[in-house]
Each structure stands twice: as C-alpha cells, then as structure tokens.
C-alpha cells in the first residue's frame, strides 16, 4: 500500500467511518440475536395455532419472487465515507457491488462483507484507475456472471436516495420494455441537476435540465439519461453492457445511451426525483483534470455522433471558453486548452488519467463552490450558444421554405 500523506482532517474521517463500521455490526448482530429470539417465542407461544390462507398475501408474495434481482454499482475514488452515507439510503437490494479506482486508498475495504437493504457489499480493486467507464465495466462484468437478467443500478458515492426510490424505479420497469433507465437527480439545494437527457446533432446541443412526465406519472421515453443515477435492464439488453472507455470522464453517458438508442432501445426517465447529489464533491478535487476530461470527452462525442457542422462550432465556442476562463480560473482555462489541444493531436487516444494520490481527498469548501459556480456559469453559456445556434438555424430554414414557395 503506498504511504499516504493525509490530512488531519482526512484522519478524523477515517477513523469516524471505522468507528461507524464497528458500530453497524454490533447493531447488526443485536438485532440478528432479538429477531432470532422474538421469532423463537413466537413459535413456541402460537405452535397451537394456525394463520387462515391470505390469497393477496400469497399473490405479493408471488410478485416479489418474480422480480427482477436488483444490484448497485458504484465506483470509488477516494470516497469511502460518502460511500458509507450512500449505503445507508439504500432499500431492498440482492448486492452491491463497490470498483475501488483508488488501489491505494484500502479504507473503502472496511465496507466489504456489510449489509445494506439486504445486499452484501463486494469491494473490487481495479488494476489502475482508467476512469468512470472502465470501473462501471468491471463492476458489470461481475454482475453479468452473476446475475445476467439483474437490474443494475448505476450510482455516483456522492448521492443518496430518497425515500421509496426502489420501489418507485421497479414500478417504470413494470409499465413499460425499457432497457435504460435515469431518475432525475437534485442537488443539495433541492434544484434539478439532471434529468431527461436532450440531443441535437445538427447543433451538437446536449443537456438534461428538464423534467418529463405525464398526466398518469409514466416513465418517459428520452434521448439519454445520467451515469450518475442510471439503470441497468441487463434482460432488455441481453448482453453485458459496456462503456467506451476512451472516455476517462463525462460523457461516456451520453455516448452509451445513444449508441443503444441508434439500435431502437428504448431509454426513459423516472417520473420524479429520486436521487440527492452533491455536486462536484469527488470531480472538484482535480480542476485542470476535469476540463481537459470534459473537454476531451465532449469534443469526443461530437465527432462520433452529430454533424460536422456541429462539431466545428464546438471547436470554436471551446476555444474561446478557454480563453474568457484565464480571467477568473486559470486551472479550468488550462485545462479547456489542453483538452482542446489533445483531441487535435490524437482524437482517438484519451489523455492522460488522473493520477492516484492523497490528493484525491475532499478539497476545501471554498474550492468546491468556486468549481461549482465555474460550471453554472458554463451551463448559462453553453445554453446562450445553443440558442443562437438553433435561432440561426431555423431562421435558415425558414427563409429556405419562403424561397422555395415563391419559386413555385
């Protein structure tokens, strides 16, 4: 294990999870003795006595052996204790399963062998961290072996789940044949972070900020959904689902739900939040990293899935973001430009991963809300950019359609 210089801070996290950990075993074991005992009375108390058949008792009980297996997935990087806080949101589950990216960090190891809403969890150490994608593929392939008709829910450590968000999921699984399925996601202030998943290849247009729902709260059918909080149907798919990993991170998401929505898959989104996310709390911690990934990663899923036309305003808008970044974060402008650069050089080869080091723990408040209003302010721009663009574009139409009448 190599010889981490953490924080005293980091320290006190540690050992808090440790002393978390020791404490959910002795609970768990107090229960497992007063359940094993309170059924032993039982037993004894009413041997005498015999419960009248229940046929709607019979009948969920039926439904529930028939149901899918439900697994988590989630990929660690450095992010143990917030692990430990997902895990304790989480509902009725067969197993969860953890891909450690940090091999260095073996703090997350002291989740393995735990239960949570019924599952076990499996820690699985990566060889090296290559990214998001990559993780989720191993954590996959385990699952598939497994379980090949599981549903398997991707999920980031940051988050938490809401209430009844189980249940709420197998129900849009009941409705209707979806292969992939998004739930809307909040951010810690109880605003829409992510959710039904928009792509426009003319203008190369990519967001997920809307909601999308019915009168009957119906799952809705959309482009693509969020790897933050996404699931699975590996009995849809019929095939062990994989990441491209030249992706390292953002956008692997996209690129996987529209490569399934190209072969008619249907991909849709939970009719209501059901996921809690704390933004930027893991992606914070590497500024030049994230951008250059981002920017990569976006000008990556351009070139392979909308139109030329699209892609060269990317190019120009990209290059230009950089520079207007100099002015208040010269580590995101630094990283837009190298981003940029290396997808000129070799589009086909990701750049270089993050490298796996103390510093991967939490950065300071101040980092992280300065990251976070980077990215809305490029959320504002880019959404000013697309406008313009699809102004422009019907304006083109339009004034084509008009020619073509008087033409006529």
Known sequence: MANLNLSDEQRQRDNSLKADLKADLKASLNTGLNTGLNTGLNTGLNTDSQAPPNPESD????????L????????????????????????????IVIVNNSPADQVVHGLAG????GGQVTVIDAPQNDGFGAGCNIGLQWIYARSPQALVWLINPDTQLLPAAISTVRSCFIQREIAILGTPVLDATGKLWSGAGRFNRWTGSISAR????DALGRPQLVRWVSGCSMVLNLAA?????????????????????????????RIAIAPEPLVVHAVSSITARHTHAKYMHATFSKLTFLRRHATPLALALNLIYLLAQSLLLRLNNKKAAKGRWDGFKHFLKSPRTRPAAVPDSATGY??????????????QMNDQMNDQMNDQINSQINSQVHNSSAVDRDDR
């Open 59 to 66: 009948r969920l009980a039926g439904q529930l052996q028939t």
């Open 68 to 95: 899918q297996p439900l697994y988590f997935l989630s990929v660690n990087y450095y992010s143990a204790a917030l692990l430990s806080d997902l895990m304790h949101t989480l509902e009725a589950n067969q197993g």
């Open 114 to 117: 735990r239960t949570y809403g």
């Open 210 to 213: 809307h909601l999308a729902t």
């Open 237 to 265: 798919l019929k095939h062990c689902p994989q990441f491209d990993e030249v992706y390292f991170l953002y956008y692997e998401d996209s690129d996987l739900c529209e490569r399934y929505y190209q072969q008619g898959y």
């Open 362 to 375: 939490p950065i300071s408040m101040t980092d992280q809300m300065n990251d976070q209003m980077n990215d």
